[in-house]
């Protein structure tokens, strides 16, 4: 049967993507992106120069805590990226690990990417690109080997989904000359407002296994299903929040020893929808530690995520 594509508003959200028994509030965000690292010092001048991101704080290695920095966007608290030192760890091989595959960084506009992009040409840093149908994104890899992603979304009535519900991807060549002409004469001057961690992409060992964990108990949608060795679920009728691929199964899991992601945070509106998903999972035999910051569970391959939920409005 011939896949028929048509645009995302032609399609009602109950079609788009494959639901869970219990879904996530449309109202997830991705929190802040916890990093191991061996040289704070030198990913510092990685984070800062070349993705310009804002130091938010930094604080010694005493006895007993490793050396930590927090790094977002200039005149906001939110952290988006807190990296932890542990000397001596282990660099990232290619498709070596299971565990992150990379961490996105979403930024407003179009514009905003051209900037991006003048800038990371102007150092003589090296950087992939693609169009993936729904956005334009580029990749960067960090000092211990870890990818960071750098791209914009489409707006959503530009996306493509097919009959059966599933938002198209792509993997094209970028239109680089488009994207800086976007840009015109404005410079890169860091990270603008309303830069956020877009998603994470993860390596692990079962497509299956990585449904049931991500999918089934925890609540996200499967958006994406036909990409080769590769599942893509998120939240909202969002194109995804999460990859999970199979490209390096077989790979031992990171260890203690390696530089590594050592916790991602899931934000949901309120307290009652966090601890469902933490009783989702719980009942699905899956680790859940309670913490004072709130509930971290762990997937098959030891990747950690934090439950958060959102503080109420003021009155």
Known sequence: MKTVLLSYSSLPAERIGVHPPTELPATIRLGTVHLAVASLPRS??????????????????????????????????????????????????RRGRLGIYHLAVLLPTRADLGCFIKHVHSLGVYMGSSDHNYSEATYLTDPDGFTIEVYRDRPRSEWQVSEEGEIQSALDPLDEAGVLQAAGKAHWEGLPAGTTIGHLHFYTGSLPDAAAFYHQALGFDIETWSLSGALFVGAGGYHHHLGLNVWAAGSPVATDADARLLRWELWLPDAASRDAAATRLQAAGYAVAQTPEGPIATDPWGIRVLLGAEAPSPQ
Not at 60 to 72: D, F, K
């Open 44 to 93: 510092l001048e990685f984070y800062q120069r070349v993705l310009g991101f804002a130091l938010l704080s930094q604080s010694p290695a005493t006895e007993g805590q490793a050396a930590v920095a927090e790094l977002g966007v200039a005149g906001s608290p939110q952290v988006l990226v807190r990296l932890q030192e542990q000397p001596g760890a282990n660099p990232i091989p």
